[in-house]
């Protein structure tokens, strides 16, 4: 099975006021990420680039791990990701 070979993950935050739907928002931090080659702890392929480890289900794109800046991300964020197009 083919892998992509990169993605766009974007940390956005989850604001939730009063039992209302999260507002849309901007990506408070944003990284491309490649392939390594890697399999990460997860057992999902480890992808790295502009201070952002991620472990991404290539059937779900679900992001089962990520580190950004070696630290775990907080409780309030959450992760989308894109395939970058053209791989």
């Known amino acids: 099975m083919s892998h992509p070979q990169s993605y766009e993950i974007l ?5 939730v006021e009063s ?4 507002r849309p ?12 080659g890697d399999t990460g702890a997860s057992g999902y392929p480890r ?3 502009d201070g952002m480890e991620a472990d991404i ?3 779900t794109h679900t992001v089962e791990a990520l ?3 070696g ?8 992760v989308r990701i894109a ?3 053209g791989d």
């Open 11 to 15: 940390l956005i935050p989850e604001f």
């Open 19 to 22: 039992g209302k739907e999260p």
């Open 25 to 36: 928002g901007a990506a408070i931090r944003s990284a491309v990420v490649a392939a390594t």
């Open 47 to 49: 992808y790295a680039g």
């Open 57 to 59: 289900d290539p059937a």
């Open 67 to 69: 580190l950004v800046d």
């Open 71 to 78: 630290a775990e991300v907080d409780y309030g964020l959450t």
């Open 83 to 85: 395939e970058k197009s």
